[in-house]
């Protein structure tokens, strides 16, 4: 009895192994990279024509297409009607294309981490976003993205003319076509957001801000009179203040995928800086600290976990804050902001006009074919009608039109009436086609178009002297690390401004000290280096 | 018993109910604050902030979220997989651990070290995840809630040194009765150990649960989304709009009330059980410690 009991616990144990353990032989492609030439439901589609691949795709003609499913990733949430809009976009697409679309949303902050497993674990999907912000580079060089030198032109030619040979060119990777650019805002000037109604209110018109100083002034002077007010933004390090330490300047980073490590070149000279140890940083510390002690910050905002973004149609306290130009939204704060507090409206100027800024003219976000698909042509296909067909490019961003979406004219949009961006179908434009494809809020006012024209116009930049200089950090992984914790800790605090001058001067001094410590040295010399050998070539 | 009412014991007995209190509260407040903000309007909580008493009591919040269907559809998911889940790991768990416990078991050592291997080591995220989508075919199945957490080697441990502490002489009394293993197990050896197996029930359910990284690797579809794996997509795409600085990426935040209120939703059940567990519970606590 004893020995049946430990010989079947065994027997058990040894059964619970193998299953765990090994292959159930049904011939899974887990190692091998070259996805299967055949597409996976043959039975689906009509009998005599499965082999897709190859000769037929030449001359894509919707009647010998075999019917696929392709499948995208991206970031973020699942819209609303997701399943409807689908269901429409769907057939449209298959009358062209013979394909389905099937989108999964996951979300941001697993976003990168997800991709990489995926892509790791070798599983089916066609393709997906990514960007220099996210993990663009990450995938390049672990092979995460399908080379489409070959295929571009041929299976998406309005795509690739629209975009331009040249374009596509200069955002090639070791001289071959991964990921297809997403044109967008070419660089970002500040500009200041505003709440218009306060400023007329206390007689400033859009020309009297000119420097931060006249934008402190003013806030100086409204919270001076009215308590209830917040100067400047809510919420940590709100508008870059690095921009801020440079405003009116030439100024870039160095690409490094790394937004932490210090780098910087300024007036388009191809001499890296630690910014961090330049007298306009320190001096926009001192701005800062000067608005902090002045009363402009709610003193909770080093806490608090909502900034401009979260806060942007709900916060009616705040008169403003400099940060990015905005994209066409002010009509919908003015909107939002206006139930709260009637008669309230925003408005944005430049501080920058007179300044070119340097710009590297390459996109910063992709559409990636994932290495895994098997229709890699029809994905293709997929994107050209995004880009050409305008119906099928309104249903994929904006879902049907009168339910999650009124056209206005060519390229405006609002929403049905009673109904928001949370309660409608909505896909980013960003992550699949041009900006100039994409609709703007009907509601945008004359500064938002004047800005999006702004900083979409190549005249208004100049061109990067290491434009194509990607930085390697392969030599000084660990003190970027390192570095990259320094600034973490004392950035937020120091931008906010918090505390006396006697303290600030003493904790910037830290923060150097730290720095330098870390190491911050050695990553300077070590992005000279490179773009000195960059430009040698 | 007169030292028992000594100025130092006084002392000592009132900073310690003192020390504690402190510790109570200030766990508890801030779920209260939560639990208060959930019901509150939600112009005030813009206004206002968060409060511990509501200045509009109003159920507008949680109407929202019950009126997303997609938060009914994954609280059964979560239920469902917390109760097949823990029953289930209960079963395979013991069933592991009673054998190991018996000394007479033969590779005893060798399948203890196997166990013990998997508390150390693993594979990484991209084995398994390759194994349980490639070879075992359990994506955007239930299941894979469930299966990858059968069996924790902690747990394990946990009940295999319960089940040590039962006297051989009651197994053995059994056994001489004409039962055989699976008898004594059952008739015997669980009845014993409910505090055990209530310890390690309320570890399971908890770890069931509350689990996102099961379903946010394996799980597409909407109707197989659990009740957690919705409140970690809402604070993770919060998250990542706070670290945006400006408003043209910007995407429309659930409101306040609403995520305090689907927190007080996802935590209510598992928040149900305590009590009844309780009691066996501090029993398990003492699991291993030396008995008079």
Redesign the interface.
């Known amino acids: 009895?004893?020995k049946v009991?430990?010989k079947s616990?065994?027997f058990l144990?040894a059964v619970i192994l193998v299953?765990?353990g090994?292959?159930?032989g049904k011939g899974?492609n887990?190692g091998s990279s070259s996805p299967p030439a055949v597409s996976p439901e043959p039975s689906a589609a009509n009998s005599a024509d499965t082999s897709v691949s190859g000769d037929n795709s030449k001359e894509p003609s919707p009647q010998k297409l075999n019917q696929v499913s392709l499948k995208l990733l991206l970031?973020?949430?699942?819209p609303q009607h997701y399943d409807e809009v689908m269901k429409v976009l769907n057939e449209k697409l298959t009358e062209k294309i013979q394909a389905t679309l099937d989108i999964?949303y996951i979300?941001?902050?697993?976003y990168k981490d997800?991709i990489l497993?995926?892509l790791?674990?070798?599983?089916e999907f066609d393709f997906y976003y990514d960007g220099w912000w996210q993990n663009y580079a990450q995938v390049l060089t672990k092979g995460g993205a399908l080379d489409i030198s070959d295929l571009f032109e041929k299976n998406a030619p309005d795509l690739y003319n629209g975009l331009t040979a040249a374009y596509v060119d200069t955002n090639r990777y070791n001289g071959k076509i991964y990921g297809i650019p997403v044109p967008g805002p070419l660089e970002?000037p500040m500009a200041y957001?505003y709440r218009a109604d306060i400023a007329e209110k206390y007689g400033y018109t859009p020309d009297m801000f000119k420097t931060k100083e006249d934008v402190q002034n003013f806030a100086f002077k409204v919270v001076g009179e009215d308590k209830s007010r917040v100067g400047k933004l809510n919420?940590e390090?709100?508008?870059?203040y690095q921009a801020l330490a440079f405003l009116g300047m030439q100024r870039e980073y160095v690409p490094s995928n790394d937004f932490n490590s210090p780098g910087m070149l300024l007036n388009n000279e191809p001499k890296v800086i630690n910014q961090f140890e330049t007298d306009y940083y320190k001096s926009v510390l001192t701005y800062a600290n000067k608005g902090y002690n002045g009363g402009l910050i709610d003193k909770d905002s080093l806490f608090s976990?909502?900034?401009?973004?979260?806060d942007?149609?709900?916060d009616a306290k705040t008169i403003g804050g400099i940060?990015?130009?905005?994209?066409?939204?002010l009509g919908d704060?003015t909107a939002a902001i206006s139930k709260?507090e009637p008669g309230a409206r925003f408005e944005q100027v430049f501080l920058e006009q007179g300044t070119k800024m340097v710009s590297s003219f390459k996109a910063g976000n992709f559409t990636v074919l994932s290495p895994s698909s098997n229709n890699p042509e029809r994905v293709l296909m997929f994107l050209n009608l995004i880009y050409a067909d305008k119906d099928i490019r309104d249903t994929y961003l904006y879902g049907i039109e009168g339910q999650d979406f009124v056209a206005v004219g060519d390229n405006q949009f609002k929403y049905p009436d009673g109904l928001?961006?949370?309660k409608v179908f909505q896909n980013?434009w960003?992550m699949v086609t041009p900006w100039k494809n994409a609709r703007i809020p009907a509601t945008a006012t004359d500064t938002d178009k004047a800005s999006i024209a702004y900083i979409t116009d190549p005249n208004n930049f100049v061109k990067s002297v290491i434009a194509g200089f990607e930085f390697n950090p392969d030599a000084v992984k660990s003190e970027i690390s390192k570095v990259g914790a320094v600034v973490t800790e004392y950035r937020k605090v120091l931008e906010s401004g918090a505390g006396t001058s006697a303290q600030l001067e003493s904790r910037y001094a830290e923060f150097l000290a730290k720095l330098k410590k870390a190491g911050v040295d050695k990553i300077i010399a070590e992005k000279q280096r490179q773009i000195d050998e960059f430009l040698k070539k | 018993m007169v030292e028992h009412k000594s100025v130092s014991y006084r002392l000592f007995n009132s900073i310690n109910y003192l020390f504690f209190s402190v510790i109570g509260i200030a766990c508890l407040v801030p779920f209260l604050i939560v639990l208060g903000s959930s019901f509150e309007a939600e112009?005030n909580l813009?206004e206002a902030g968060f409060a511990l008493i509501p200045k509009q009591f109003t159920l507008y919040s949680y109407e929202t979220v019950f009126q997303l269907n997609s938060v009914m559809q994954s609280f059964l998911v979560s239920v469902t997989v917390t109760v097949i889940g823990t029953l289930s790991a209960l079963l395979v768990t013991s069933l592991l651990a009673y054998?190991l416990s018996q000394r007479?078991?033969?590779?005893r050592s060798l399948?203890l070290g196997y166990v013990l291997i998997t508390m150390l080591f693993s594979g990484g995220?991209?084995p398994w995840?390759?194994?349980i989508?490639?070879?075992?075919?359990l994506k955007d199945t239930l299941w894979v809630l469930i299966v990858p957490y059968l069996v924790n080697p902690f747990n394990m441990f946990v009940l295999k040194s319960f089940f040590e502490t039962i006297p051989r002489e009651i197994v053995e009394s059994a056994r001489i009765d004409g039962a055989?293993?699976?008898r004594s197990f059952l008739n015997i050896v669980i009845p014993l150990s409910t505090p055990g197996l209530a310890t390690i029930g309320l570890f399971y359910a908890l770890a069931y649960w509350n689990d996102w990284w099961l379903s946010?690797?394996f799980i597409?579809s909407?109707k197989l989304m659990p009740v957690q794996l919705l409140l970690?997509?809402m604070i993770?795409?919060?998250?990542?709009?706070?670290s945006?600085?400006?408003?043209?990426?910007?995407?429309?935040?659930?409101a306040n009330g609403v995520q305090m209120a689907t927190t007080i939703i996802s935590i209510g059940p598992i928040f149900l059980v305590y009590p009844y567990i309780q009691k066996y519970f501090v029993k398990g606590l003492t699991i291993g410690s030396v008995k008079g």
């Open positions: 009895m004893k009991f430990f616990a065994l144990l299953t765990v090994c292959s159930n899974n887990a970031p973020g949430d699942k999964q979300p941001w902050d697993s997800q497993v995926k790791a674990a070798g599983e970002y957001i919420g390090f709100t508008g870059n976990k909502s900034t401009v973004a979260t942007a149609n709900t940060g990015n130009p905005s994209e066409g939204n704060r709260i928001d961006r949370t980013e960003w | 112009q813009k054998p007479e078991m033969k590779f399948i995220l991209v995840y390759i194994l989508t490639k070879y075992l075919h055989g293993h699976f946010l690797n597409e909407d970690k997509k993770s795409n919060l998250t990542y709009i706070s945006q600085v400006d408003t043209s990426k910007f995407i429309q935040v659930p």
